[in-house]
């Protein structure tokens, strides 16, 4: 590139810094790099119920007094819940536990919330263009330019293996990366009016298996038969 060239690159920059120290209010700043689960099958349902079974069991084991059976209360009618609820009992029972299936004093209760943000914000890298542009070049020196050479295309090809793992490193091994929705799962180990135990745990879904976390309405048919109308009739005398 000839010295000249730089002059549109360096009072860009500067444009870009003066613009951006005339800032008065707190700048966005990330937290710092963490990780979170995300469910995508019925398993891993299964490993969020067994991670809450031991700690529950645990839990009953390690109480100072001996506890009664634990009875695990239904939840609202859902895929989920449902499926949980019996994934539950299973691990329950395998981690040492008394489970009652009846009710008593002793009870496990869970909670399902689905959170979606609303907010436009995309878990995208700020700067898209260049993995795009990395592999548009490619593909176009590769199928439509002769007088390319093989140590320019294999520099491109770099330059997109080096984008796709960042993106990997960023977005991490779940496939789809992060997503705006989310569901909070949260179980309670509870007798009478007093939490034992209770544990919060937050999990990436993709978008279109909302559906899954959110209660069903009951039917009509399982509500029970509708009130009879009655009438009431008062008998008076001559």
Request: net charge neutral.
């Amino acid at each position: 590139m000839k010295p000249s060239c730089w002059t549109p690159l360096v009072l860009g920059t500067a444009l870009l810094a003066s613009g951006c120290s005339s800032l008065d209010v707190p700048r966005a700043d990330n937290y710092p790099i963490s990780s979170q689960k995300k469910a995508r099958s019925v398993h891993h349902w299964d490993v969020l119920a067994d991670d809450s079974a031991r700690r529950i069991a645990d839990k009953i084991r390690s109480y100072p007094m001996a506890l009664p059976a634990v009875y695990v209360v239904p939840a609202a009618p859902g895929s989920f819940n449902q499926s949980f609820r019996e994934l539950l009992l299973t691990r329950l029972v395998d981690h040492g536990a008394i489970v009652s299936r009846q009710p008593g004093p002793l009870v496990v209760r869970f909670e399902t919330q689905l959170i979606e943000h609303p907010s436009g914000v995309e878990n995208q890298s700020p700067m898209p263009a260049l993995g795009l542009a990395a592999g548009i070049s490619v593909v176009r020196d590769l199928y439509a330019y002769d007088h390319v050479t093989g140590n320019y295309v294999g520099s491109l090809l770099t330059l997109g293996a080096i984008t796709d793992l960042s993106r990997r490193w960023r977005d991490g091994t779940a496939a789809g990366g992060p997503t705006r929705t989310e569901v909070l799962i949260t179980t309670s180990l509870e007798r009478e009016d007093t939490f034992l135990a209770r544990t919060s745990d937050v999990y990436y879904i993709d978008g279109e298996d909302g559906g899954l976390y959110v209660p069903k309405p009951i039917k009509a048919a399982d509500a029970g038969p509708p009130p009879v109308a009655t009438r009431n009739w008062k008998v008076v005398g001559p």
